[in-house]
């Protein structure tokens, strides 16, 4: 499935590329699930059919969420690019690190952040650190507002711990618009209605401990 979609470049992408992807990773799903058809009721069938029209509907994210470490001062740093000539009037991001082992997890508080606007052909570093950051799954929730456009794009994706135990060895990718060897990552499509600006006034934004059968702030 992640081999379909990563086949569309959005710096280049045209909307009958998106289509065709979006072809073939339907017709991969019905094949899939092609047991369930003859239960219209079937909960397989229906979660079959949800997950399959949300695939079609998906269109590429235009941005792209770049990662590189640096073996000279063990330090990385996330960005977020956009190769495109469209600006963004606003980016807007919530963060949470996570750690965990078989007996607790353990939560950082909440980081909310507007950046202000995204130029076209530019980039922000959302999160720059040294190496012992990654022993964090650090997950961000990011909103980001076209030109003249009251919804944004909602988008989620989080950084690898320990950086995939990659190194500088893992950058390996050709980050647009910094023109440097780096990672891009895996950016998701957030459902829902709801705004990080929305979510922000009800949800707790203190971190936490659970052990296990239990939390404690």
Known sequence: MKKLIAMIDPRTATETDYQKAARLVDETLRSQWAAAVDDPTDPDELAANTYAKAIKDYKAPSLVVGFDMKESDLSYRAYLINPTKDRYSRIVTLSVGFSGDDDSLSETSKSFKDWGPLEPNSYLVLEESDWDGLDWVICFDLDAYRENSPDPEKYTFHLPKYGGF???????????????????????IRTGAETIEQAVKHINMKGGYYPMGGYKD
């Open 166 to 188: 990659q190194g500088e060895e893992g950058n390996t990718d050709d980050l647009p618009v910094l023109n440097i060897k780096g990672r891009i990552l895996e950016l998701g």
